[in-house]
């Protein structure tokens, strides 16, 4: 269709990298075109966390688990930040402003402006060649990561990425099908959307069976369904609190 | 640079649109772009509502107060959907899922998913022309928003966007300086931020000042401060949680 179409659906997450380190250049342009994305009422309510020390990295690698966090060309995590906001405002301004800034309301702004940013990101390195992988397993101990970070109230870890030159190239996953997905002016009854789901079940588990690695027998309702039978991160509800954010 | 990174790099919110219409083609491929965006292990927690009805269309231009929710070539809504992921489960399952689902942690879930698959959408949408505006202005009454749309449990309405071609083509809005978004290994100390928060003023200021309709005399700092001192939304929060979403 055109370079940009095709670099977004050229897509799959990237992990295994080269040692190659991303170049200043190259950082600062990826993170301009972060900046650019669109932004709640302009608040821009995110940091972003270059992580070049090898100490911390490996901390890092320690909590999500994944090698890739450690080995890679250039490592960020994406911070919701609602901290800066309040930075040039008086002590009275700042009692008057906290009332807003603890809503979910604001919480979901600082998700959405760190996850629009993010994928900024992600596109300009995937159309310069380079390869990402989102961490979101930095959440595996998000009261930990805030220390090694060092974050202030008001800001919380989000998620990690990894960008680098790839030394892998994976199959394109198989996504739900156009119709279950998009919805027409009203939320889409069960009965019509179960078939669909089934039939993209049908194709996962085809997809698993016959990939080139790590081949299974899965399907996508399956492991959902195990997926949620396991509380995961039942912590970041608290943390975020203890941040100050989500609270009202 | 290159195509992709232009498009990224020109992005301006476009509030007016003229009467043209997505094709069904576009919506397909701009439905496709953001699917192929990274989601947190394979759940897509989302879904994307297409707005065609006008009724529909006039009930959420008065929620946002936004014309351009009304008058545009396409109106998508991207709800969190944890529904989803239960429709081929057993009731005990379903029983058994219900702690995870509620959990914050699957609440910033949803929240990331909708919106990396927004952004790949919006700049589909630009990379062929189209211009975009993002609407957290639905949120001005999510109760209605939901309604309106039939959502079930464990969906939630986040934002709209609305997409068509351009009737505007409005300046490039300056962002935070580069140094003030990305740190290095550690959150950096509010003194180091400051003087460049300073600087940021004093160009949104000449921004504003300059700039060739609605003129106006005001920093980033200040705005920041008088829209947080007004709180606003503060219903989002108690309707997440009647949606069995973010509870815990």
């Known amino acids: 269709m055109n370079h940009t179409i095709d670099t977004i659906l050229n897509h799959r997450s990237i992990r295994k990298f080269t040692e190659d380190k991303l170049t200043d250049e190259q950082i ?3 993170i301009k075109a972060a900046q650019q ?18 100490v911390l990295k490996k901390e890092l690698r320690k909590i999500s688990g994944q090698p890739y966090v450690e080995h890679n060309g250039h490592l960020f995590v994406f911070c919701g930040d609602l901290h800066r ?29 760190a996850a629009l940013s993010a994928q900024n990101l992600a596109i300009a390195a995937e159309s310069i060649g380079l390869g990402i992988c989102y961490l979101g397993s930095l959440r ?21 990425m990894a960008v680098g030159t790839p030394a892998q190239q994976p199959e394109l996953k198989p996504r739900l099908p156009f119709e279950v997905v998009y919805h027409e002016n009203k939320y889409l009854a069960d009965e019509i959307q179960q078939p669909a789901i089934s039939s993209y079940d049908a194709e996962l ?14 399907t996508w309702s399956e492991q959902m369904i195990r997926k949620y039978r396991n509380p995961i991160r039942m912590d970041v509800s608290s943390f975020v609190k203890e ?4 609270k009202r």
Do not use: C, W
């Open 28 to 30: 600062h342009i990826l």
């Open 37 to 54: 994305a669109s932004t709640s009422s302009n608040v821009m309510a995110y940091t972003i966390i270059g992580v070049t020390d090898p």
């Open 85 to 113: 906001i309040t930075q040039l405002s008086t002590p009275e301004e700042r009692i008057e402003m906290e009332e807003t800034i603890e809503s979910t309301e604001q919480f979901i702004v600082t998700i959405i402006d």
């Open 140 to 160: 595996n101990d998000i009261y930990h990561v805030s220390e090694l970070l060092g974050l202030p109230d008001y800001v919380v870890p989000l998620f990690g």
């Open 205 to 218: 588990l085809e997809y698993y069976q016959t990939r080139s690695s790590n081949t299974k027998v899965d």
């Open 243 to 246: 941040q100050k954010l989500n």
